[in-house]
């Protein structure tokens, strides 16, 4: 019978096997799947294991200090990477959607390939790849797979050339997050929502500037807080504040404001491919408008997305 504690006992012995003492480079996001492959490898191997999380200035507010913190906290040999800067000027222009995800894509790939040059020696890719990603023909989801999807442009990244080890990529999502708890990973690792891979970067409309992501994470943490302390975070899917490329008239005391309008998603999902808008309390939503106008410099009107999927998308871009 499957059991969390059978996988990881298996798992390790067949990695230390198979990696003996080889070293591994892997790309951590901060989400469920890199974090569990990582803590597993580490078992494993140790120092021999490689991590990298790169700062492309679409995270969360302070999000990127935190997780770093709590890998560090979990004994991983790890290397932050502050590439803000250059995720900035690639995205400077750009509108399109899909133009912002190529660049991301791109940009992530190079910073990756350059830190994984750091590590001499290294012989092996590892990846937090699950079971649905192996089966998905295209997948979208996460870092592991925007290295895939660039397989075929131009030559491949040095790091491309790694053997591939994905402990992973027999397990349902709901598996992970079991072999996570039983590893002792923290819940605010395990228990957090879905997070794109281009970040705040799709829930900005048109162009990206670091005055918008400044603004869209001080709304976004007013939020996410909220839903934590009224206890609903763990009841949601996924949520997220959007920036919308509006401005709207308001009044603040005696004076009239010209500012931008600030989204709230929040949805019911199983899979991220049909998800429901969530009744959230209307006098939570009051209380999160109200901080959100009040505290947040730019912008004076906040709305709530009640939009299904299908037809609507879980983001806007
Ligand atoms: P949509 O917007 O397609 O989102 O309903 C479904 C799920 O996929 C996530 N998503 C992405 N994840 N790279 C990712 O890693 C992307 O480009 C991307 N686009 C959407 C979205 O957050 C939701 O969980």
Redesign the pocket.
């Known amino acids: 019978d499957w059991t969390p504690d059978s996988f990881i006992e298996t798992t390790i012995a067949e990695l230390k096997t198979k990696l003996g003492e080889d070293k591994v480079v892997l790309g951590l996001s901060g989400g469920v799947d890199s974090s569990v492959a990582a803590v597993l490898l580490h078992q494993a191997i140790g120092a021999n294991l490689h991590c990298i999380f790169v700062d492309n200035g679409l995270l969360r507010k302070d999000e990127f200090e935190s997780v770093l913190d709590s890998y560090k906290h979990m004994g991983l040999n790890i290397k932050g990477i502050d590439a803000k800067q250059r995720f900035y000027d690639a995205l400077a222009g750009l509108t399109d959607p899909e133009k912002k995800?190529k660049a991301i894509g791109r940009v992530f790939i190079e910073v990756f390939d350059d830190a994984a040059h750091e590590v001499q020696g290294v012989s092996w890719l590892g990846q937090g790849t699950i079971y649905p990603d192996v089966i998905e023909s295209v997948s979208?989801?996460?870092?592991s797979?925007?290295i895939k999807s660039h397989h075929n442009v131009g030559g491949l990244p040095d790091f491309m050339k790694l053997k591939v080890v994905e402990p992973l990529n027999t397990l349902f999502k709901d598996e992970v997050r079991r072999v996570g708890a039983a590893l002792g990973i923290d819940q605010n690792i395990l228990g957090r929502h879905?997070?794109?891979?281009?970040g705040l970067a799709?829930r900005i409309l048109g162009d990206i500037t670091p005055e918008k992501v400044d603004i869209l994470q001080q709304a976004d943490a007013i939020y996410i807080n909220n839903l934590r302390s009224a206890g609903v975070y763990d009841k949601v899917w996924?949520a997220?504040a959007i920036y919308l490329p509006v401005q709207s008239v308001g009044v603040m005391g005696d004076e009239r404001t010209y500012e931008n309008v600030i989204c709230l998603r929040a949805v019911e999902?199983l899979d991220?491919?049909t998800?429901d808008w969530c009744h959230l309390p209307y006098n939570l939503l009051a209380k999160i408008s109200n901080e959100i106008i009040n505290n947040v410099k730019g912008i004076n009107r906040v709305v709530y997305d009640i939009s299904s999927?299908p037809p609507?998308?879980?983001?806007?871009?």
Do not use: D, L
């Not at 979208?140 to 870092?143: E, I």
């Not at 879905?194 to 281009?198: E, L, N, Y």
């Open positions: 995800r979208v989801k996460g870092p797979a925007t879905p997070f794109p891979g281009p799709i996924q997220g999902s991220g491919m998800a999927k609507a998308t879980i983001e806007w871009e």
